[in-house]
């Protein structure tokens, strides 16, 4: 959580441009992460961010304070335009076709090759798990979310996101074992 | 499974392109807010009854209530409240219960009359409309007229006594 958050937050909802900045600089990273792990490419992702920074801008006057975190508030608006994505993009491309090792390279990956892959390769398991799944390992393991804020953000109950990441990483342990062998 | 989560934080170390972060920033910040017609509408009402609201309390506050008098809608200067009065004591609506016979050899047999004091009272009415009807033969009124044959009343036996 960003420092004095509240504070900017309020200041956000006023129609201060320069708080909203503050959030941006803050929530963007993991909005791009979350949107790219979701969608392949990185211009989709980058594409997607935008759109979810510029509708949270937009519509940042009716977010309410009810004791659940901003993040929370932002991964939904994330998530439904992934959702959007999903129904109107024509995938021309399977995405259990993708191999690995053609997939784009991130720029800031620029340590070595091995890594690059590795990454990829987690990357694509995640991808071929049920969207929830996708959502509760990338808010879990990857952004470090609390279970009560995942919860928040993926409008279910504690529990559930337990039992959902028990499902989640059983499944994805299975792939990757699997691409092991290989 | 930590391997698993060690691998799943390797994800950590994605970020997006320096260029694309800094021009989408400018972009975003540099937007217009969107306000439909209704968001404009809805703000101009709120604020003119905020401040109405505000008025109003002002002229109860420094007014010392005395402004009701102009603020009522129904004026009721031209209201004599005497002369109501003296209409309502006009009216003569006097009923009384007259004539209760109590028999107690028969049974029960009561009747109630208005006064016949004024005209105008709906006891007139009554009284008429009774006077046409004929006498229904009831059992009470069976028995009291048999008792008037064959056995004395209290009345006729406490006369009796006396003499």
Redesign the interface.
Known sequence: MLDGEVHIIKRAVR?D??A??LL??HY??KI??FA??KVSH?EE??DL??QV??KA??SI?SYQDLGFPFSSWLYRIARNHVVDYYRTKKVTESIDDTDPEKAPV????N?DLL?KL??ER??NA?RKLKPEYQDV??MR??EDLPIRETALALDKSEGAIKLLQHRA?KE??KM?GENVKY | MEDIIKQLKKLQKIEADKRFTERSRVVIIGTQKRRSVWDVILKNVELGTSFALAGILIITIFGGFSAWRFLLPLKLSNLDTTGLKAEAQAVDIQIQLTNLNYDEITGAAESTAPSMESKNAPGKIWAENSSNRQPEETPSTRATSSASNGTLSIDEALEKLAE
């Open positions: 129609g441009s320069s909203f900045g941006y600089d963007q990273p791009y992460r790219l792990v990185r992702a980058e961010t935008h920074f510029l801008w937009q006057e991130e720029h800031s990956l340590s890594e590795e990454v987690v990357k995640i390992i990338i393991f990857v990483i994805i342990q990757l």
